[in-house]
């Protein structure tokens, strides 16, 4: 089973960039998946999840009204588009998946991991 993260790169703020998140191995209809992010000297801090069955979504308040979670179930791949994003957003970028329909907003909570994906948000 796997995770694999891309789409970073550099943006300036006010633009957008689309993050992809391929997952391989298994199905993931009972899952919670979801995207951290990673600043230097900071804790990895919850973004954005998706329940993938229902298709049902939650978002930290700092990125709510700018990104969108989203998933494909047909190309098992997991989406988070970064609308309008600013200097403060700029992290590495983690997909996450753990079991389950539940919203789970702790990194311990998750036991597979995409690596990460580096995002510099230009002022």
Sequence with gaps: V???ASGGGLVQAGGSLRLSCAA???TFSNYFM????QAPGKEREFVAGIIWSGGTTYYADSVKGRFTISRDGTKN??????NSPKPEDTANYYCGARPGPFVRTA??????????????VSS
């Design 2 to 4: 796997q995770l694999q």
């Design 107 to 120: 990194q311990w909570e998750y036991a597979l991991w995409g690596q990460g994906t580096q995002v510099t």
């Design 34 to 37: 979801a995207w951290f992010r």
């Design 77 to 82: 791949t997991l989406y988070l588009q970064m």
């Design 24 to 26: 391989s191995g298994r």
